[in-house]
């Protein structure tokens, strides 16, 4: 389990469905569209996966078989809050510099954890996401974690493909607005 290096952190692990299919499999499929996308950004980006600490805000799997769209829990403010906090262990235990936040769904969750980070609890889309200081926050000591640690918002790789024509930094677009996001927050350590 790799310390001190970079955090991935997903909206939800997957449905029951999708869960036990893993299970019968031994492992995930790394074929879908939410590893394969990722697992290219992150080479293209020149970040080993065995250097990642993989992990997803909410914990717990959807009921089911749907697996897309706002976690069913994120309406249960006491749901959300153990999220918060078991979120605040892992940064304790894990002790990344750069955490990249997949998806539009998880910072508002993050937000009211660290002043850094409350413009984001009103960014609902990718474009908000465009304006400076909101795609890539450095500097962020939250909570249980001493170091200070630099924050990427990208898209979700499950959609990457569709929302990267979303994606708009220092003027670059795309993959290589999402890549520069990457670099800047990787070139503070």
Known sequence: MPVGGVMVLGHDFHS???????????????KAA???NLIHLLEAAGIA????????????????????GVFPGATDPDFVNACQQFF??????????????LGVHVPKQLAPLVAELQPWSAATT?????????????????????????VVMLAHP??????LRHRNYKG???????LGMIGDAQGEL
């Open 34 to 36: 939410t590893w394969r």
């Open 88 to 101: 605040l262990e892992q940064l304790r235990q894990q002790r990344p510099k750069v955490i990249l936040v």
């Open 158 to 163: 499950s959609q990457r493909l569709l929302s």
């Open 172 to 178: 670059a677009l795309g993959q290589e607005a999402e």
């Open 126 to 150: 990718l474009k908000d996401f465009n304006a400076p200081g909101m795609a890539v926050v450095s500097s962020v000591r939250f909570a249980r974690h001493a170091e200070n640690v630099h």
């Open 49 to 68: 996966p065995r250097d990642c600490f993989f992990t997803n805000f909410y914990m717990g799997l959807r009921e089911g078989l749907a697996s897309t």
């Open 16 to 30: 029951e469905s999708e869960y036990s299919k893993s299970l019968q499999r031994g492992k995930e499929n790394l």
